[in-house]
Every structure is written in C-alpha cells, then in structure tokens.
C-alpha cells in the first residue's frame, strides 16, 4: 500500500500538505484558529481557477504566461462595466468576465494553433501586451470598493456552510465548481482525451485523426475564459481592481501549482485533483508564513524554497518509478 501511495503524484502532495500544515501549526498554533484557516480558504480560490485552465494547457505540451495579464484585463473590463451599470446583475458580470477571457483566450490559441508561433512566446507577447491595454482602457486609474457591488464583494464574506467560525466563502465554492467542470472535460469528453492524447505523442495523435489544431485552440480559450473569471473573483476578493497590481505575477504562482499537482511540463499527463492539491499547498505555505511572523523579505525566499523542495521530490519519486519499470 505504501508502495502504491509512493507512486501516486496526487498522494504525494497530499501528504506534503498535512505535513507543512502540520509542522507549522506545531510552531505556532495559531495556525488552527479561525482566521487563519478562513485566510487558507480564501487565498486558494483564485489560483485554483486559474490553474485548473493551466492544467489543459500544460497536458497538451504549451504553457500560459498571460494569465496574470488577462486576470488584470478582464478584472478591469468588467469593474468599468460595474461602474457604469451599478445595477448589473452579477450573473451578467460573471458572463462578461468569462466571455473577455475567452477572447483573450482565443487570440492565444489562433496564434499557437494556427499561426504556428510557440506557446511560450506567444504568450509572453500576450502578457505584456493585456497589461499594456489594461493600462489603456482604465487611463491608469482603479476601479475603486465604492464601484464594486455589495453584492459581489459579500462571495468572499459568506458562503453556504460555516463551521466553528470557519466560513466556506462563495469564492472558493465557485473555484471548486471550476475543478469540477475540469474533472468532467479530462475525463468524460472527446477532447480531454485529445489534449492527452496531443501531449504523449502529437504527431501520433494526428495519425489517429485526432484534431490537434482545434482542440489546443479549445484548451486555450477555456484557459482565457478560467483567467477572465478569476478577474471578477478578484474584485470580490480584494475590493477594487489596480490596473499595475491585478494579477501582476500570478502565472508563476500558477505554473508553479500546476506542475506542484502532476502536470509534467513534457505534456500528457496531470489531473484535476493534484492541481487542486498543489494549489492547498501554496496557500497553507503563504499563510504560514504570515502567522509564523517570517520577515516580509524572507518570505518570497522560503516561499520559492518550498516550490522546489515540493518540484524536487516529485522528480525523484518520478525517476525512482521509471527505473523500477525498466527493471
């Protein structure tokens, strides 16, 4: 049974987990409190949606850069929305924040899928060039908390169930429904099994009458569309939307959760369930080092420290088991 736990990337992560929650709260047991665990649940949101559109990505052998920038675009977009229409309906809001990310989205993928231009620059051209029209758009101002619905901002206040003072927020029930549809795409549709299929063998797969120009442009727009949504749980989140701040560096942080879960950055293998999980991690590690007091200039340090200790173990769990296969 060990042997089996040891194979299992999903496991894996999970045990580092407990075991960071754990010897963190043996330091400082605040920790365990109420507010600490409500800030866990509340950091993890917005990286799990994103992530969950990374995931598809990285399964198919590309990699997203731009989602940071087009959180910040589409964040923007709809709080400009709001602060024209104050009476929006949120369901409206929800749909245009998906509807730009999916734009986003879809420009990404026409450029990869059909102009042939590698992921990775192409991406890293759409990351500055979002952040630029972000900039543009808003004039350099903010979408300040008097312009974001009540309404919006309570998805992070209440939530359906509360437990000794921990309330599951709205936010992340919206996150978990994201991993749910993800579940559902890689494991129940035609083209999860093509972005699988793509990323263990491309030209295998175009044999096989796979589509793989349609199906990454699919696994795109749904990363661009994930990435749009999150910019209006990030109004609710935080209160208002900085052109220069929203979403600025949070693709790494996504990379990083992603590949934390079991996405091989080699494509063709990563699941749902082990994003969700690395995504717990990073947020049990960035509140712990709150709680345990950890100098703001050390912090990034031991934060990245993590990342790779995490990364680290992963690769040589992944080396030991191809070896025992060979054998």
């Known amino acids: 049974m060990l042997a089996k736990?040891?194979?299992?990337?999903?496991?894996?992560?999970?045990?580092?987990?407990?075991?960071?929650?754990?010897?963190?709260?043996?330091?400082?047991?605040?920790?365990?409190?109420?507010?600490?665990?409500?800030?866990?649940?509340?950091?993890?949101?917005?990286?799990?949606?994103?992530?969950?559109?990374?995931?598809?990505?990285?399964?198919?052998?590309?990699?997203?850069?731009?989602?940071?920038?087009?959180?910040?675009?589409?964040?923007?977009?709809?709080?400009?929305?709001?602060?024209?229409?104050?009476?929006l309906n949120l369901a409206l809001g929800a749909g245009a924040s998906l509807g730009i990310g999916a734009v986003l989205g879809l420009i990404n993928g026409g450029l990869i899928a059909w102009a042939k231009i590698p992921?990775?620059?192409?991406?890293?051209?759409?990351?500055?060039?979002?952040?630029?029209?972000?900039?543009?758009?808003?004039?350099?101002?903010q979408i300040d908390s008097n312009n974001i619905p009540s309404a919006l901002t309570?998805?992070?206040?209440?939530?359906?169930?509360?437990?000794?003072?921990?309330?599951?927020?709205?936010?992340?029930?919206?996150?978990?429904?994201?991993?749910?549809?993800?579940y559902f795409l890689t494991n129940k549709?035609?083209?999860?099994?093509?972005?699988?299929?793509?990323?263990?063998?491309?030209?295998?797969?175009?044999?096989?009458?796979?589509?793989?120009?349609?199906?990454?442009?699919a696994c795109y727009v749904i990363c661009g569309a994930l990435a749009g949504f999150a910019g209006l749980l990030y109004a609710s989140r935080y209160g208002f939307v900085n052109p220069a701040t929203a979403g600025s560096g949070m693709e790494l942080?996504?990379?990083?959760?992603?590949?934390?879960?079991?996405?091989?950055?080699?494509?063709?293998?990563?699941?749902?369930?082990?994003?969700?999980?690395?995504?717990i991690l990073l947020g049990v590690v960035n509140v712990a080092l709150a709680v345990l007091g950890v100098a703001a200039d050390w912090q990034v340090l031991v934060y990245g420290s993590v990342i790779l200790i995490a990364l680290g173990l992963d690769a040589f769990a992944s080396r030991r088991q191809a070896k025992e296969v060979a054998a």
């Open 253 to 279: 942080t996504v990379i990083a959760a992603t590949v934390i879960g079991g996405c091989d950055v080699k494509g063709g293998s990563g699941s749902v369930g082990g994003v969700l999980l690395g995504c």
């Open 189 to 217: 549709t035609v083209l999860g099994r093509n972005l699988y299929a793509i990323g263990s063998r491309p030209e295998a797969a175009h044999l096989r009458g796979v589509p793989v120009g349609k199906s990454v442009f």
């Open 5 to 87: 736990v040891a194979k299992s990337r999903e496991m894996r992560t999970l045990i580092l987990v407990i075991l960071v929650f754990a010897i963190a709260a043996f330091k400082e047991p605040r920790l365990l409190s109420a507010s600490s665990i409500s800030s866990i649940l509340l950091w993890i949101p917005l990286l799990t949606v994103m992530a969950v559109g990374q995931m598809l990505v990285i399964v198919t052998r590309g990699i997203d850069v731009s989602v940071g920038s087009m959180l910040g675009l589409s964040g923007m977009l709809t709080g400009m929305l709001f602060r024209a229409h104050p009476d």
């Open 119 to 141: 992921p990775i620059i192409t991406t890293l051209g759409t990351l500055s060039v979002y952040r630029g029209l972000t900039f543009i758009v808003s004039g350099g101002h």
């Open 154 to 182: 309570e998805w992070s206040l209440r939530g359906p169930v509360t437990i000794g003072g921990v309330t599951l927020p709205w936010l992340l029930v919206f996150a978990l429904l994201a991993v749910g549809l993800g």
